[in-house]
């Protein structure tokens, strides 16, 4: 496997038909096919799925499914209920940390996410997983018993919360009497969630290797840790996927800062449409 993608014989088919002899063609969406996109956690540095959204909108590539964990089911959900990724990001534009999280009595976390579902609620006129226009997972850790959990059915609230709620930052989410936590504690990239449930399956890891600077601070310390964390127990999920787009470039960002939505968008467009231009370019000089 490459620095980007796995080569397999449907998907070398599909890119070389698109991209031979014009680079800048708008890629036809697979006939019979089903694009699966696997969407991974990384806080803040979640806007740049909205990037990648957008560039493969533009493209023409749209998943029949689509999986996510954290903010990166934030983005499933919102993007599956039918926003396009311009109107994700203005929604986006003016908001805080505190538009989504308020500070709670420090027992079991130090913020709640109450807010974060009562906007996706405003947002989204679907109340439960499976009433989505497109098959959306969201994934989160079962935190009773040690294990990642696939929900695809269930309020769409209370999955996402659960599925972003980091483990001493935010209070758990109880469902069903289960207590949840943040999905990447485990498999920050649900790769595993959908691979049986598609053809082509395109993977996005907005949390990269930490950046090597970090202040001596208790969050900046939480947030490195969990990014060595994502980071590390990704690797097997990247294997899954036919292409990986890697957010290299964006490790020194503070997960807690959404200040920056702008660059990060942009850096999930501009690498989602590098990586496929190099794929197709590899795919057609291999012919």
Known sequence: ???FFALRPTLAIFVHSCFLGNMDCKIERLRNKRIGLALSGGGARGFAHVGVLR???????YPDVIA??????????LYASGMKPAAI????????????AEMAIPQNGFFKLTKLKEFLKKHIPYAQLQELPIETIVCATDFDNC???AFSSGQIGDCVVASCSVPVVFKPVKIDGVTYVDGGLLRNLPAWAIRDKCDVLVGVNVSPLPGKKYKNSLLDIA???YDITWRSNANDDVELCDIVIQLRGIGMMNMFDIKRQKVLIQSGYDEAMDVFKKYGERITNSK
């Open 55 to 61: 560039a493969m909108e533009e493209l023409g590539i």
């Open 223 to 225: 947030a490195r840790a």
């Open 68 to 77: 996510g964990v954290s903010a990166g089911s934030i983005a499933a959900v």
């Open 147 to 149: 294990c990642p959990v």
């Open 89 to 100: 990001a203005k929604e986006f534009n003016k908001a805080t940390m505190s538009d989504f």
């Open 1 to 3: 496997m490459s620095q």
